[in-house]
C-alpha cells in the first residue's frame, strides 16, 4: 500500500523561497572585494537571484549545463548558488587556489558555459581565458563603475551589475527532478586529476536537513552565522543552503581572511557561530591573543577539514568562552559526515576526558553509515583501539566522478574515504591518518595526528606536523616539524621530553626540525606531500 503524502521534489530553489518568504528581513552582510561592506536581506538576495536566472536564459545556458564560478564568500556569490542551481542548470566552484594549468584542465573538463570570477581573480582568468573553449563567456562579478579598462578577455567579458539591472526579477523557479544535478566541485587532487563530486537537488537538500540539527552545526534562525570556509570549497560546507533553511542572518568575510580582519567582522556583525579550517583559526587566536581581545558573541565555532589540535580547543573554550565543534566530511560526502557533539552521558565526563572526545572527529549524522575494515575487508570491531579504513555510506555520498572517464570508487557499495580511522564503543570516529599520511614504523601504525596532538599543547609550539620519515632499520619514523611561536628558543630535546608519558615509547619522534612555515594547499591544509619530499630522507642521511 502507498503512502497518501504530497510529492514534492527537494529543491534548492525551495530553500530560497523559503527564505524569501519566512525570512525575508534577515540580513546578508558581505565584506566586498571592492573593499566596503555591504548588507542586504534575504528578500533582496531572492529578487536578484531571479534577475540572474532570467540572465543565464538570455545568455544561452540551458538545463545541466555547468556555469562556473571563481568567487569568494559573498552576496553575488550566493545568488549564483540559487540562480544557476534553481534554474536547472549546474554550480561548478572552481578553487582559485588551483594552479592555473589544473584550472585550465576542469573548466574543460566541465564544460562550464560561462565563468563569474570576482575581480582579485582577473589577472588569473586572463591567463586562462586563451586556454578555454567550452566557457562562451565571463562575468566580472562587480558593477559598471568597477569594470576593468584594460582586459585582455574581450567580447567575452560581461559586467554583473549590468546582467541584473538588465532583466526582471520575475521568474517562476521551474519544477525539476530532485535527482538532477544542482552542483559540481572538484576534489583538490593532491595526486593525479582533480575528479569532479557532481551533487543532486535531493542529496543537497538531505545534507541541508542533517548538517542543521543540532547535534551537527547546530544552526538556528537566532544565529548570525560567518562561514570562513570557503564557498568555493565543498559549498562552505553546506552553510549558504542551511542559513536559508532556518532563516539566519549571513556574514561573509570575501577576501580578508586574516586574523585582525575576521575579528573586527565577529564583533561588528555579532557573529555567533564560524566555521573553517584549523589553520585559518590560528590566525584568528593569534590576533585576539595579540590585542588581547574578547569575543563578544561568538559562542561556536566549527573546526574541520583537518584534525583540531587539543590546543586550539582549549584556547577557544577555556580562554575565549567559545564551544568547539569537530567536524569530519569530504567533498565527496558534501561534506558532513561526522561531528563531535557529546551525548548525554559524557557532558558530565571529567575535563580531560571530555577534552580527550573533542579531539575525535565524532558520530555520524543520520543518513551517513560508516564501518572500519582490514586490509583483507573485514569489518573491525568498534572498540576505540582498532583502527582501519573507513568506508562511509549515504543519502549524500558520491558513486561515481563526474565525466565517466574513471571506474566507480565504490567498494561492495560503501564509498572507501581514504582515511584510516578508530571507532569507540559510543560510535565516536577518529581519523587516526590519512593511509598516505600514516607511518608505517617496524610494522605498527603511528598517528601522526596524535603525535601533532601532543606537540600542539606545548606553549611554545605555533604549529606542528608529524611526516613519515623513511628510516633504514624501521622502514618509517615520525619526524616532527615545528614552528615555533616568535620569540620563543624551545630547542629540539625539551620538546622530544615533553612526549615522555604523553604517548607510548615508540611513538616518540626520533628528531624535531624547526621550520620557518608550513606549505598551505588550496582547500587551507597543509601539503605533507611537499614536506615528504623535502625532509623524507632525514633519518637515511644521518
Ligand atoms: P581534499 O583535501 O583531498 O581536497 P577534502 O577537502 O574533501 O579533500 O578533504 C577530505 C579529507 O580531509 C578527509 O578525507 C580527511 O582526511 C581530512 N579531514 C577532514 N576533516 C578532518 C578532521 N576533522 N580531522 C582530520 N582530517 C580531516
Known amino acids: 500500500m502507498q503512502g497518501l503524502m504530497m510529492q514534492q521534489p527537494l529543491l534548492v530553489a525551495s530553500l530560497l523561497m523559503h527564505a524569501e518568504r519566512h525570512h525575508s528581513d534577515r540580513e546578508i552582510v558581505s565584506r566586498r572585494v571592492e573593499g566596503d561592506i555591504h548588507r542586504y536581506r534575504y528578500q533582496d538576495l531572492a529578487q536578484r537571484a531571479r534577475r540572474m536566472a532570467n540572465a543565464l536564459e538570455s545568455l544561452g545556458v540551458a538545463r545541466g549545463e555547468r556555469v562556473g564560478t571563481l568567487a569568494w564568500n559573498g552576496y553575488r556569490h550566493m545568488e549564483l548558488y540559487f540562480a544557476v542551481s534553481g534554474s536547472g542548470s549546474v554550480l561548478h566552484t572552481l578553487n582559485p587556489r588551483l594552479h592555473a594549468d589544473q584550472l585550465v584542465y576542469i573548466i574543460e573538463h566541465a564544460q562550464d558555459r560561462v565563468v563569474f570570477f570576482d575581480l582579485t581573480f582577473l589577472p588569473l582568468i586572463e591567463s586562462v581565458a586563451p586556454r578555454v573553449t567550452s566557457p562562451i563567456f565571463f562575468v566580472a562579478m562587480t558593477d559598471r563603475a568597477h569594470m576593468p579598462s584594460d582586459h585582455a578577455l574581450g567580447s567575452r567579458l560581461l559586467c554583473y551589475e549590468d546582467l541584473i539591472e538588465g532583466h526582471s526579477a520575475d521568474f517562476d523557479w521551474p519544477l525539476l527532478d530532485e535527482n538532477s544535478a544542482s552542483s559540481l566541485c572538484y576534489t583538490s587532487g593532491t595526486t593525479g586529476n582533480p575528479k569532479g563530486v557532481l551533487y543532486s537537488h535531493r542529496s543537497t537538500l538531505l545534507h541541508t536537513y542533517a548538517a542543521a540539527l543540532p547535534d551537527s552545526l547546530n544552526c538556528s534562525a537566532r544565529d548570525a552565522i560567518l562561514p570562513v570556509v570557503p564557498m568555493f570549497h565543498v559549498n562552505a560546507w553546506g552553510l549558504p543552503y542551511i542559513a536559508c533553511m532556518v532563516g539566519a542572518k549571513l556574514v561573509f568575510p570575501g577576501p580578508a581572511l586574516d586574523g585582525k580582519s575576521l575579528y573586527q567582522l565577529i564583533e561588528q556583525e555579532q557573529v555567533t557561530l564560524s566555521a573553517g579550517v584549523p589553520t585559518v583559526w590560528q590566525g ?259
Open 284 to 542: 584568528l587566536l593569534s590576533h585576539v591573543e595579540s590585542v588581547e581581545g574578547s569575543f563578544s558573541s561568538m559562542r561556536r565555532t566549527i573546526i574541520g577539514g583537518a584534525p583540531c589540535p587539543t590546543a586550539m580547543t582549549t584556547a577557544f573554550q577555556e580562554r575565549h568562552h567559545v564551544d568547539v565543534l569537530h567536524a569530519w566530511g569530504m567533498t565527496e560526502l558534501s561534506p558532513v559526515g561526522t561531528v563531535c557533539s557529546f551525548k548525554a552521558h559524557q557532558t558530565a565526563l571529567p575535563e580531560a576526558e571530555r577534552y580527550a572526545l573533542q579531539a575525535k572527529q565524532g558520530r555520524s549524522v543520520f543518513g551517513i553509515d560508516m564501518k572500519i575494515v582490514d586490509v583483507a575487508g573485514k569489518e573491525l570491531p568498534w572498540d576505540g583501539c582498532a583502527a582501519g579504513d573507513l568506508l562511509v555510506r549515504g543519502h549524500w555520498v558520491t558513486h561515481e566522478y563526474f565525466g565517466g572517464d574513471y571506474a566507480s570508487p565504490l567498494n561492495d557499495g560503501w564509498f572507501p574515504t581514504g582515511d584510516v580511522a578508530k571507532i569507540d564503543p559510543d560510535g565516536f570516529m577518529q581519523i587516526v591518518d590519512r593511509s598516505k599520511d600514516v607511518i608505517k614504523s617496524g610494522g605498527e601504525w603511528i598517528s601522526s595526528a596524535d603525535i601533532e596532538n601532543v606537540a600542539g599543547l606545548h606553549p611554545e609550539v605555533a604549529t606542528a606536523v608529524c611526516i613519515a620519515a623513511r628510516h633504514p632499520k624501521w622502514d618509517e619514523r615520525p619526524l616532527l616539524l615545528i614552528v615555533k611561536k616568535p620569540g620563543s628558543a624551545l630547542e629540539a630535546q625539551e620538546l622530544l621530553t615533553f612526549f615522555d608519558g604523553r604517548v607510548a615509547k615508540w611513538w616518540k619522534p626520533e628528531a624535531v626540525l624547526f621550520i620557518d612555515a608550513v606549505p598551505i594547499g588550496a582547500t587551507g591544509k597543509v601539503l605533507k606531500n611537499k614536506l615528504r619530499e623535502q625532509y623524507g630522507d632525514y633519518y637515511m642521511s644521518l
